[in-house]
Nanobody, 121 residues
């Protein structure tokens, strides 16, 4: 089995910073990409940032210049550094891994349980 452990969420004032971390473990043969999604109450889940095993990154426009995603391939870990946080960033943040399993060998996704990020005005 594969599991994702997330940490780093919490309450922060507008303009502050948080760092989210996510570690994947289990029956992983290789990872194609990891990323962060978020979902605010009453809204659709949206992609925040992704990073491939080759280091290519992608961000939703609203966080560009404020958030930075990074990864460690040897540790199957992804970080999301969030700076200049705004109340609009308030959401549950979910880690996702796109990977190939070991037995059986096929491509699939796994999700973390989510961590709450709350930004006060």
């Amino acid at each position: 089995q594969v599991q994702l452990v997330e940490s780093g969420g919490g309450l922060v004032q507008a303009g502050g910073s948080l760092r989210l971390s996510c570690a994947a473990s289990g029956s992983i043969f290789s990872i194609n990409a990891m990323g962060w999604y978020r979902q605010a109450p009453g809204k659709q889940r949206e992609l925040v940032a992704t990073i491939t095993s080759g280091g290519s990154t992608n961000y939703v426009d609203s966080v560009k210049g404020r958030f930075t995603i990074s990864g460690d391939n040897t540790k199957n870990t992804v970080l999301l550094q969030m700076n200049s946080l705004e109340p609009e960033d308030t959401a549950v943040y979910y880690c996702k891994v796109d990977y190939f399993s070991t037995i059986p060998y096929y491509r699939r996704d796994a999700w973390g349980q989510g961590t709450q990020v709350t930004v006060s005005s």
